[in-house]
């Protein structure tokens, strides 16, 4: 009864540093490698993961290259070659009498109100290595390094996003669809940070089930 009292209310803590058991107490976090369809990738999903770091305490996050880290992380983005197997219209409408007035003389058409994509994000973490290492590590024989002794986590997390496009009519200077474009690129960039902040707690579930 005394050990039971004892232990109510204890919670584990999961902020404390999980890489402590392999000497690591410093990381260095350079910019992502974006070799994926999809561009300007890699700045956000860089950030997001290196907030995710950033919450053990115990750990002392470098951004960029940093000789005197106990560790380096490497993330590389992935995805099939082709911007079009990436990113895919996954909902469509047909055009209604409001949009069919900004046709024109044009045969009525289908128009995408929903896209999806996905890609694929490899975390390498890498205790020490040498310049040699980190630009193997970034080519298609990185893979071959997983039995290297300084390769502490390697892992892929898949990761697949969405988001819902503006669509109108442009009779009028005021008209959605006059700033279709401008919209739906500010959508996409809002999905890609979602997406961002959705990877780095994968990658600290990843963390916790590695450590």
Same mark, same amino acid.
């Given at each position: 009864? %005394?050990?039971?009292?004892?232990? =109510? /209310?204890? $919670? ?8 402590? /058991?392999?000497? +690591?107490?410093?990381?260095? &976090?350079?910019?992502? &490698? ?11 999903? @860089?950030?997001?993961? *290196?907030?995710? %770091? ?27 070659? $082709?911007?079009?197997?990436? &990113? ?6 047909? *055009?209604?009498? *409001? ?5 024109? =003389? ?8 929903? *896209? ?20 193997? %590590? ?17 892992? @892929? +997390?898949?990761? @697949? /996003?969405?988001?819902?496009?503006? &669509? /109108? ?25 979602? @997406? ?16």
């Amino acid at each position: 009864m %005394l050990t039971l009292a004892s232990c =109510a /209310g204890y $919670h584990f803590n999961t902020n404390n540093n999980p890489l402590l /058991g392999y000497d +690591i107490r410093s990381v260095a &976090v350079p910019m992502f &490698v974006n070799r994926s369809a999809l561009p300007e990738l890699a700045a956000p999903m @860089t950030r997001e993961i *290196t907030f995710a %770091l950033n919450e053990y305490s115990g750990i002392k996050v470098m951004s960029g290259d940093n000789d005197n880290a106990d560790a380096v992380l490497i993330g590389i983005l992935d995805s099939r070659d $082709h911007y079009n197997e990436v &990113v895919k219209t996954t909902n469509q409408l047909f *055009t209604d009498d *409001t949009i069919k007035t900004s046709i024109g =003389a044009r045969n009525p058409f289908y128009y995408p109100i929903e *896209t999806s994509y996905e890609f694929a994000l490899q975390i390498i973490l890498i205790k020490r290595p040498s310049k040699e290492e980190l630009q193997l %590590l970034t080519t298609d024989l990185g893979l071959y390094m997983k039995i290297n002794p300084k390769v502490v986590l390697m892992d @892929t +997390i898949p990761l @697949t /996003g969405k988001f819902s496009r503006v &669509v /109108g009519d442009n009779v009028s200077s005021d008209s959605p669809g006059k700033t279709n474009f401008v919209k739906n690129k500010g959508l996409f960039e809002k999905s890609i940070q979602d @997406t961002a902040a959705g990877a780095a707690k994968t990658f600290k579930q990843v963390v916790l089930n590695a450590f």
